[in-house]
């Protein structure tokens, strides 16, 4: 094909710098999705990016089968993938609100738009190849495309997530794809083999892109909403994650990625095991250290002592800080605790703050999500814990959740012989928390400071019974420390390997729970 026009050449090569962020972002916003809605980002991510570079490279395949009006058809690509790429997150929504089957059709969608995607730069080189040699031509389409991957990376990570979120993102995405079609529409058409035809595919996009542009807000939230038992009173996306908060009646769910959190309902039987029995046992709590609890529930727990000075909270999500402090229901629910002077917070991952931080600490508080990613291994490892080990002064104490001994039990023993290993002594306990199941945690002080023994006796002797609490007592914490047969029994416990970044069996052992409670 003969494309003889002296503006052809920079628009193609626009085009393909345009196309490449496009695609690329494509790829992020399907992976986001299925994450937000399915779960176990590694999987989704791994899983998504792999379907739409094999459906790429089977759209490379299938353009070599178009010999003629090349124009046309990369124009009607171009307008398909607009309409693809704007309606996935309703797509991806309502699969997810009526159909169990979400997870299919969102990797079938994602399949359907590389395949389109892996069309664009063959007809492309094609197109381009009157205006150029093989070799500046490859090269050329080449470089426009990953520069544009490169753009459309950045644009995803800092701008599009955080600030359009998944409502808007696809919208714009839809919107590039589009303006690219547009601009061959308005300046070239009289190179296109059936015009009228390309026109009436133009004015159908248009009107469809400016349909979804209007309803994708109520359609996504009204889907999301199909998602949860109760109503919806606040939902935000961050550049890390979704955030959304629930309520029935007078209480309050806060969910993030789709998983609960806690729940007003009975969130104490969490948060105050948690922090209490740490509190009490440590030699010295003027300073304490929060990895996680970006809530403030925790931390509310820690201002009920008066002796407590200084406390950091690190947590990685400044969106989550932020609504602890400013939200209303969210700061009546922690009383304030992100308010106190004596608070800093650092945004920031926990291990990487760790290794830069200089201070000790009395009691560290770990309040992390539960170990189902493996980008969360790192958070449970061996050398994780020898370094919370050496933030801790003589007599310190560190506690930490760990997941559920009944529903996830392998995980629960892999977090106590990690600990264990790391040079701490340990004393596990655990409570029944009626919306989330059994809990479990693990209290630890430095082997050297004290043994499990001695451990177990001093949590004995205290008295929890003046507390300022709604649920803790002397009699829960006898309770919550003694385990039934087919727990904690050692020939179980020498079968669990440690966790470590290089050998990340945590992962493993925590799904096998997972997989075994249906």
Request: proline share 3%.
């Amino acid at each position: 094909m003969h494309l003889k026009h002296p503006s052809v050449k920079p628009i193609l090569k626009v085009s393909i710098f345009a196309t490449g962020c496009a695609g690329i972002v494509a790829e992020f916003v399907l992976s986001t999705l299925a994450t937000y809605l399915i779960g176990n980002a590694v999987l989704q991510w791994t899983l998504i990016m792999s379907l739409m570079l094999f459906a790429m490279g089977v759209g490379s395949r299938v353009s070599k089968h178009f010999k003629n009006h090349l124009l046309d058809i990369f124009i009607f690509i171009e307008f398909t993938l607009s309409l693809l790429c704007a309606g996935s997150a309703v797509l991806a929504y309502g699969a997810a609100a009526y159909s169990s089957y979400a997870d299919l059709l969102i990797y079938f969608w994602a399949m359907c738009i590389g395949c389109l995607i892996g069309c664009e730069i063959p007809l492309v080189t094609r197109l381009n190849q009157n205006y150029e040699s093989l070799r500046f031509n490859i090269a050329g389409i080449m470089e426009k495309d990953y520069y544009g991957s490169l753009l459309g990376g950045l644009f995803f990570a800092f701008v599009a997530l955080p600030y359009l979120g998944m409502t808007y993102t696809p919208i714009i995405l839809g919107a590039i794809n589009f303006s690219i079609a547009s601009l061959f529409v308005f300046f070239f058409l009289d190179l296109v083999y059936r015009p009228k035809t390309v026109l009436a595919i133009f004015s159908v996009c248009t009107l469809l892109l400016i349909i979804l542009a209007v309803t994708a807000k109520p359609i996504i939230l009204f889907s999301e909403q199909r998602q949860y038992k109760d109503k919806i009173i606040y939902a935000h996306q961050s550049r890390y994650q979704k955030i959304v908060i629930t309520q029935w009646k007078d209480d309050f769910w806060l969910f993030i990625n789709g998983q609960e959190q806690f729940s007003t309902f009975d969130e104490e039987k969490y948060h105050e095991p948690l922090v209490h029995p740490a509190m009490r046992l440590c030699a010295n709590r003027s300073a304490v250290l929060i990895l996680g609890g970006g809530d403030g529930l925790g931390l509310r727990e820690v201002w009920k002592y008066d002796d407590v000075k200084k406390v950091t909270l690190t947590d990685l999500d400044p969106a989550m800080t932020i609504l602890a402090k400013e939200h209303p229901i969210l700061a009546a629910i922690n009383r304030g605790s992100m308010r106190d002077s004596r608070l800093t917070v650092i945004n920031r991952d926990a291990n990487a703050f760790l290794k830069d931080d200089d201070n000790l600490y009395g009691v560290i508080i770990i309040d992390l999500p539960d170990p189902d990613t493996i980008d969360l291994m790192h958070l449970y490892s061996e050398r994780f814990y020898k370094l919370v080990r050496r933030h801790l002064i003589a007599g310190g104490v560190m506690v930490t959740q760990a997941a559920s001994p009944h529903f996830a039990p392998q995980a629960f023993r892999c977090i106590i012989k990690t600990i264990t290993a790391a040079g701490f002594s340990v004393l596990p306990y655990h409570n029944q928390i009626p919306t989330m199941g059994e809990w479990g945690w693990v209290l630890a002080a430095r082997d050297n400071d004290m043994d499990a023994v001695t451990l177990k006796k001093k949590i004995k002797a205290i008295s929890f019974d003046h507390l300022n609490t709604r649920f803790i007592n002397s009699d829960a914490i006898m309770a919550m420390i003694h385990f039934g047969k087919g727990v904690l029994d050692e020939d179980l416990m020498w079968r669990i390997n440690i966790n470590t970044e290089i050998n990340p069996v945590l992962h493993r052992y925590y799904h096998a729970g997972a997989w075994d409670m249906y």
